[in-house]
């Protein structure tokens, strides 16, 4: 039997466990933290992360997710830029990131062995394996530990690496009660969204623009338009972290039998909301590869002709997008709602509208 090491316990890796065990392979998943689990809150599963956690065999996705709304864009006092009703836009749906880990993990079969509290500090490859640590040794290794990957720094040791965005992200849960949808509020340098949940909570994020590693609170937001300070009230906890993303030209995701996946090979800025899903994607099509050719080596080269062309388009547009998102200029905030405004009259013009038979006289 074929054997893999994982390295990182988060989204990305049980995805490639679960996907590595369905090939037929014996799995290792190696977690720095003394424990299997995931931080953070809400997070947008888009359909096909969704169709490839249902071919994985992961049950219950859809259940424990709230199907998101089209979220239309407001100014800080709340006056619409463009409504929710006017984009035609392809939607997700959002469950907390915790919930939607223990729902991949529960696919954990005898052939995933998880060994926690495991620190990789080294890592060597020939022509037959893998060496993790002078300890552990597998056919293939999957290097799903993070933006700040130790396996990709080892193996491309003049990369530049991450690359701070300019501003800084709150995330939190709002248990409240409040009669609005969903939506995005575009400040000067500063923005706030928010989308419920399936369990009538409602998770929230913000941006703002700042200094990589200062502190801060996001007061700012109180004086925005409601809902936004009852969400702010209503969260027992904010977390906040830096947004960094991965510097382009991306590195290639294989090299020999060590392949990269999810933030390890193209962390991106959260704008889109696809960071997580295309770890999922990556785990989709390791194992579709190595389904359709014998040989470790093509398979491996194949996931990486497709996955990076394709997420290095992701790491631009999000990029590009939270550039435009947090402009303090007012004369550019101004020119940028204007053509969001015009865009999406634009949209809503090309909609099919309904005809309404009339009956014969």
Request: aromatic content about 6%; charged content about 20%; glycine content about 10%.
């Amino acid at each position: 039997m074929s054997t893999a090491i994982v390295v990182g316990a988060g989204i990305g890796g049980v995805t490639a466990a679960v996907a590595l065990q369905r090939c037929g392979w014996q799995v290792t998943v190696l977690e720095r933290a003394p424990e299997l689990g995931e931080v953070g809150a809400g997070i947008s599963v888009w359909p096909s992360a969704v169709a490839v956690l249902e071919e994985l065999g992961v049950k219950g996705v859809e259940k424990a997710s709230a199907v998101s709304k089209p979220a239309g864009m407001r100014k800080p006092d709340g006056r619409w830029v463009v409504a929710a009703a006017d984009l035609g836009v392809e939607i997700p749906v959002m469950i907390h990131r915790a919930q939607l880990h223990d729902l991949i993990t529960a696919e954990f079969g005898p052939a995933i062995t998880v060994r926690t509290g495991y620190d990789v500090t080294t890592i060597s490859q020939d022509d037959t394996g893998v060496t993790i640590n002078d300890d552990l040794r597998a056919d293939l290794v999957v290097a799903a530990d993070g933006i700040r990957s130790t396996i990709r720094t080892t193996l491309y040791p003049a990369y530049d690496g991450p690359r701070y965005s300019g501003y800084t992200a709150y995330r939190g849960i709002a248990d409240v009660n409040i009669d609005d949808g969903s939506g995005e509020t575009w400040g000067r340098g500063q923005l706030f969204g928010f989308v419920p949940l399936i369990d009538g909570r409602y998770y929230w994020y913000a941006t703002a623009n700042q200094p990589a590693g200062a502190r801060s609170e996001p007061a700012a937001f109180q004086t925005w338009h409601d809902p936004i300070p009852k969400l702010l009230a209503g969260s027992e906890k904010v977390l906040q972290n830096d947004i960094y993303d991965l510097t382009l030209p991306l590195v290639p995701f294989v090299q020999g039998r060590v392949v990269l996946l999810g933030d390890a090979a193209h962390a991106m800025t959260p704008n889109l909301g696809r960071g997580a899903c295309s770890a999922i994607e990556d785990a989709g099509a390791l194992a579709r590869h190595l389904g359709e050719s014998t040989d470790l080596i093509t398979a491996l080269t194949r996931y990486d002709a497709e996955r990076r062309p394709a997420t290095t388009k992701l790491v631009k547009r999000s990029r590009g997008l939270g550039r435009l998102a947090q402009v303090e200029n007012p004369v550019v905030c101004a020119i940028r709602n204007g053509l969001f405004t015009l865009g999406g009259k634009l949209v809503s013009l090309r909609k099919p509208k309904n005809k309404v038979k009339q009956s014969r006289p």
